[in-house]
């Protein structure tokens, strides 16, 4: 063992790691990308995509403390879908294509087989999105983490044409506000639904309460984030959106407006989608006023699309058509004196 090993950082574990990854990494390979892993950096060709005025997306992002739960049920292949969906998804709400992704991974202590169920669901996202994983990095900082912690973040890079990005400007009073369903709480809140669990209730991971029609109480908030990429992206390029709101930190009263002009309002009616039930377990259990659930969790919506109300019927059945539920939630209308650009009715 050298000096290196016995101060808590094992570079053969580094090079068993690489070695676990790379099917994984190279499934996610797309036009663009050149060479594999292992170079000092990550390439990948524009000129592989013939575009008239391209413009780059970039977007970086985390899972919060949703880490802890993965970390206490011991499952890690999961947790690499929602870095993954958490970045693309931003990127897909300015209109760009996500093209490649690079991670990161900060732990105590390199198991190479638990950071290898990591990436692979680093590269289960990828697939799904269309994005090449060309690089990334482990870093192992004994002194930093616990030998069982770990942090993980991601960065993904997309492009649009210039003409086809949406900015505020696009969305106007009397589009109609679609919602596309989300798996759960995705990757946002989770501080407050420790807290309700752990810290004011003594709630056990492998309860089984009704409300959650069969889950446990664990796998009902570990459900991985939803990506819309595939579904969405198509009707961004032939303009049939022209807006996007992902729905992460502060809910659907944070986001919305995000999308739009200060001259409008974004009208949401409550009950137009179905509710989850883990909202509904985690209003009861923590006694939560609506507001603050709307403020903090997506309640059930984790994408809401502005669209002309002339072309509402043919997005919702080509939405169908590529598997994606979706529900007419709201309206854009000019926004009252004084009023805030988001109201729930």
């Known amino acids: 063992m050298n000096r290196y090993q016995e101060a808590g950082v094992d570079v053969n574990a580094g090079y068993e790691l690489v070695d676990r990854i790379k099917a994984a990494v190279s499934s996610t390979d797309r036009p663009g990308v050149v060479g594999g892993i292992g170079s000092f950096g990550g390439m990948f060709d524009l000129g592989e995509l013939h575009m008239k005025h391209p413009v780059l997306v970039s977007g970086t992002d985390g899972v919060g403390t949703k880490l802890l739960i993965a970390q206490r049920l011991g499952k890690h292949d999961t947790i690499g879908i929602d870095v993954v ?9 300015q209109g760009a294509e996500p093209l490649f992704f690079l991670d990161y991974i900060a732990t105590g202590h390199n198991d190479p087989q638990k950071m290898a169920e990591i990436v692979s669901g680093v590269a289960a996202g990828c697939r799904d999105a269309g994005v090449a994983l060309i690089g990334g990095e482990t870093a192992e900082m004994p002194d930093m983490y616990s ?12 492009v649009a044409e210039k003409d086809q990005l949406l900015t505020t400007e696009l969305p106007q009073a009397g589009d109609v506000l679609l919602g596309l369903p989300s798996s759960g709480i995705h990757s946002n809140g989770f501080s407050l639904v420790r807290q309700i669990l752990f810290k004011d209730h003594d709630i056990r991971l492998n309860n089984q309460p009704s409300v959650l029609q069969g889950m446990t109480v664990g796998e009902a908030i570990l ?8 579904q969405v992206l198509p009707l961004i390029r032939q303009k049939l959106i022209k807006g996007v709101s992902h729905i992460t930190g502060g809910g659907l009263i944070e986001n919305v407006p995000r999308m739009i002009g200060d001259q409008l309002q974004a009208v949401i009616v ?31 919506i984790g994408l809401v699309l502005a669209v002309d109300p002339a072309k ?32 729930i009715k």
């Open 270 to 300: 409550h009950r137009s989608w179905p509710s989850l039930p883990v909202f509904d377990y985690l209003q009861q259990l923590g006694q939560l006023p609506l507001a603050d659930c709307f403020q903090t969790f997506n309640m059930g």
């Open 85 to 93: 969906a958490m970045c693309v998804n931003d990127v897909l709400a």
């Open 223 to 230: 459900k991985p984030t939803r990506i819309y990429v595939r």
């Open 147 to 158: 030998q069982e912690e770990y942090d993980l973040a991601g960065t993904v890079t997309g």
């Open 312 to 343: 509402v019927d043919l997005v919702q059945e080509k939405l169908t058509g590529a598997g994606e539920k979706s529900y007419r939630i709201g309206q854009l209308r000019h926004r009252p004196e004084n009023a805030a650009k988001i109201e």
